[in-house]
């Protein structure tokens, strides 16, 4: 099963959708982030939440 780590990003609500959209591009594109969950409150604003699977190295036994 892999393993996940999650980071929360919340958008104010003065934010642009196209601004919205190239802040969470430069995340998936440097950070390998991918889009997980996102949430649009009442006021507005956004919260999401982006994930990127964690790779474990299986250290050598020789």
Do not use: N
């Not at 003065?14 to 390998?32: F, I, P, Q």
């Amino acid at each position: 099963m892999p393993e996940y780590e999650f980071v929360d990003v919340y958008v104010p609500r003065g934010v642009s959708r196209k601004d919205a959209t190239r802040l969470l591009t430069d995340h998936a594109e440097y950070g390998h982030w991918e889009l997980y969950r996102l949430s649009l409150l009442r006021d507005g604003s956004r919260r999401v939440r982006l994930r990127r699977r964690i790779i474990r190295q299986v250290r050598a036994t020789w």
